[in-house]
């Protein structure tokens, strides 16, 4: 039994290409149609993931079911992740490469209706993340975009932006100058 958990059905090299190709091969995929699947998951896109696992894990691990050889998949696999988000890091072509770059989705109140039909987001999802975000419309963005990992972030033109405490705390202080300036000058216009 024993035996069975470290016996090799493959060469370690083989099991590294292998789970180094799958990590690849998935990356591209990613790469290529993530940043919806990224930003909005809905079901249909959380089936797919799911059976992207079971899918490419006969093509890692082979006949191979040891113990050992799942480990030295994950720890390849961690690796390979390692190291190419430290070359990702220190090299920004090979990051907008690997990782892609920002899509506006609203510029100055209107939809990029080529970029949300490329991304395959609806207007729908577009307006439930507007709304999380603290937007009523699509005419109170200045700028939306969504990066390269699906977080959408958005810009609200200045009149539709929430209030700070302190832009408060000034509304309240001018306007307790102001009550008091009238007061004063009531007073004195009695007298």
């Not at 797919?48 to 040891?66: E, F, P, R």
């Not at 700028?143 to 390269?148: H, K, L, Q």
Request: proline share 2%; charged share 20%.
């Amino acid at each position: 039994m024993l035996t069975d958990m470290f016996a090799l059905d493959m060469s370690v090299w083989e099991k590294a290409l292998r789970t180094v190709g799958v990590y690849l091969a998935l990356l591209i995929l990613i790469r290529v149609f993530g940043k919806r699947l990224m930003a909005q998951m809905n079901s249909q896109d959380l089936v797919v993931v799911l059976l992207l696992s079971n899918v490419v894990q006969n093509a890692i691990i082979g006949n191979d079911n040891s113990l050992l050889g799942g480990v030295i998949g994950a720890v390849v696999l961690v690796a390979a992740n390692w190291a190419l988000d430290e070359v990702s890091g220190r090299v920004g072509w090979f990051d907008r490469l690997v990782n892609g770059t920002p899509t506006a989705l609203i510029t100055d109140g209107a939809p990029d209706t080529e970029a949300l039909r490329r991304l395959s987001i609806t207007s729908h999802e577009l307006d439930v993340t507007l709304h999380e975000q603290g937007a009523d419309a699509v005419a109170e963005v200045q700028r939306a975009t969504i990066g390269p990992g699906g977080a959408v972030l958005i810009e609200l033109n200045d009149g539709d932006r929430s209030v700070s405490r302190d832009d408060l705390a000034a509304a309240v202080t001018a306007l307790r100058e102001h009550l008091d300036a009238r007061l004063d000058a009531v007073e004195t216009s009695r007298r």
